[in-house]
């Protein structure tokens, strides 16, 4: 008993002593004047809660247990789609004196208007998810986001291949032409896609951008490409929402679980089309260590530390620069994988085996 308190006092005197030793260095002023050994505020900017649910329900509170757990303080807020409000939230971080701010930016311009302030006033940066092109983000944390592509597009031909179809025309909705990984997606997913067109095997179909990944959108064009091409026989959707709304249009055309449809982002909505048979797959991308990896760095400038965790780099496409990254991996999910995201705790069983998904679950293992 006398041991473990005495532990726990020395535990604390060390990381008192390692604090007020990072508090010296000069790399860790935080603009505020204060020159002292104070662990400085982190800002967080998340991008919307209706282009994937993941902003809602998964990056904020992965985030904000990471930042708790470091007894960092957080400021982590949401810009609703709102460019303008994106603009004013940042304002509002910057001159409350945060030291780093971690953003998704809703687009490259106005993500970089954003960088370009804090960096003018002394604020470390970080790209986190979506790349800023051109906004030289000290730091950038996402998954390989041709390689989510690539799974996309695996996926389809596996689920077509299963179907045994015969010349499938395939219909494409990419993700918004504003955001950096959509075009990573595509690159990926077209990668598998393409040489399937160019020998014949598969038939390119309609292939169109969401606007902000907008799945009310995402609904109207699918069902525009539906009517002008009855026989689509395959969807590559960009993520879990594009492809719920084209599987809405596929079951008033009653043709939902005759088309593959693909996903990304292993919502709970997206894991229960699959195990309903109407989705072909989806992506998990590990939200959690994606959160972990960001705050991770945060953290260690909040303290007035180097971090030393972003080995990685990725080479802006238009400054041609490298940003120190981290890159996680990203799975391919299927209904023989439902199961692992929800032993990775990412999604919980009560969440996803609702009565209409009991016998499915099941069925797939989840118990
Ligand atoms: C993210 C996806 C998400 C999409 C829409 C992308 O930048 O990587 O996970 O589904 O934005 O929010």
Redesign the pocket.
Known sequence: MRKGMFALAAVGLLATGSIAACGDNDDSDTGSGSGTSATGKVGVIL??TK??A??ATADVKYLKAAFDAAGVTADIQNAQGDKTQFQTIADGMISSGVKVLVI?NLDSGTGKAVLDKAKAAGIATIDY??LTLNGGADYYV??D?VK?GELQGQGLVDCLTANKAVKPVVAELN??PT?N??TL?AQGYNSVLDPKYADGTFVKGPNQDVPD?DNAQAGTIFEQMLTSNKSIKGVLA????LGNAAISVLKKNKLNGQVPVTG??ATVQGLQNILAGDQCMTVY?AIKKEADAASELAIAIAKGQKPTSATGKVTDPESKKDVASVLLTPQSITKANVKDVVADGFVTKDELCTADFAKACTEAGIS
């Open positions: 991008p919307d282009s994937s993941r902003w998704v998810d979506r996402s998954f986001n989510v993700g918004s955001d990984n959509a997606f990944w960009a993520n879990d929402g990304q982002d991308k």
